[in-house]
Nanobody
Framework: QVQLQESGPGLVKTSQTLSLTCTVS??????????WGWIRQPPGKGLEWIGY???????VYSPSLKSRTSISRDTSKNQFTLQLSSVTPEDTAVYYC????????????WGQGTQVTVSS
């Protein structure tokens, strides 16, 4: 059973960099052909895809967030990390990490989510 767990600060100040880590257990982040993503949900809004890092180590980002986003990984710890720079209160959301299991399964395993609030 694959499990994902987000960790990181729940409060970030405007203009700083938000940094969250997802720790994966029950499966390796280097296993072909899985992708490991970050998704967020602002209050009162729908889910927004941020980006992913592939089993190969390549990363792809949402065009609307690309200039501020970096997703990296530590294979020795089986973790992947989101960094979102120059945050504003509009980046306040519940942040989720999840595994993409292919077009048939979609995002099939999710973390429980972590609330991040950006204060001015």
């Amino acid at each position: 059973q694959v499990q994902l767990q987000e960790s990181g600060p729940g409060l970030v100040k405007t203009s700083q960099t938000l940094s969250l880590t997802c720790t994966v257990s029950g499966g390796s982040i280097t296993t072909n052909y899985y992708y490991w993503g970050w998704i967020r949900q602002p209050p009162g809004k729908g889910l927004e895809w941020i980006g992913y890092i592939a089993y190969s180590g390549n990363s792809v980002y949402s065009p609307s967030l690309k200039s501020r986003t970096s997703i990296s990984r530590d294979t020795s710890k089986n973790q992947f990390t989101l960094q979102l720079s120059s945050v504003t209160p509009e980046d306040t959301a519940v942040y989720y990490c999840a595994r993409w299991g292919g077009w048939y399964n979609g995002y099939d395993y999710w973390g429980q989510g972590t609330q991040v609030t950006v204060s001015s």
